[in-house]
């Protein structure tokens, strides 16, 4: 029915194209109805993106809140994990400088991942926030362990700063007597 109005709508406007004939105009007018589908397609396509792009982003706000929640009552935790959201498309929430939350491989699924030398690593995947968050605080535990260890221990620290300036004060001392020394017997004060 929607092709025999159409139809009808040609044969009551028949253009006549610079070649004269009037089946060019039809083909004209073909490809311009199948040109303005493809927009309105693209255009349906584009609004679709745009909306998984906006359910991504809110569901990560919301990650993003809840974590920055529970890391700001540890003081600790809150330096070792800046928590930065990055729009774009997919848009990621930061974790710290090597890993990232982002909703892949659909809108609903959270996707923890870490960036490696060889490239991503995929930690965790789960559609619950509760298991999304108790895994970025289990990652952010071991991160705080591994920092405390690259961190000099204060008492093992102090001793092996007090030591050299205990040997530099001993081998100084021990050069300013001999010095004397050998002053006393050039200057003749020293008899041996």
Known sequence: MHIERVTEVSKQQPEIGGDGSADANRQVDGLERDVRRARLAQAAHFDA????????????????????????????LARLLPLQMVDGFPPRLWIDNISFVVMEPDP???????????????????????????????????????????????????????????????????????ALLILGIVTGRIDF
């Not at 993106?49 to 540890?74: F, G, P």
């Not at 959270?110 to 999304?132: K, S």
């Not at 108790?134 to 535990?141: F, I, L, P, T």
């Open 108 to 178: 609903r699924t959270y996707r923890l991942m870490r960036q490696e030398p060889a490239g991503h690593e995929t930690i965790i995947e789960t559609r619950e926030m509760a298991e999304m968050v108790a895994k970025v605080r289990e990652y952010a535990s071991h991160a705080l362990i591994e920092a405390q260890r690259a961190e000099p221990v204060s008492d093992t620290g102090s001793m092996q700063i007090t030591s050299p300036m205990v040997m530099a004060w001993l081998t100084g001392f021990t050069f300013g007597v001999l």
């Open 49 to 76: 993106l745009v909306d998984i792009r906006d359910a991504q982003t809110l569901r990560l706000d919301a990650l993003h809140e809840n974590l920055r929640k529970q890391i700001s009552k540890e003081p600790r």
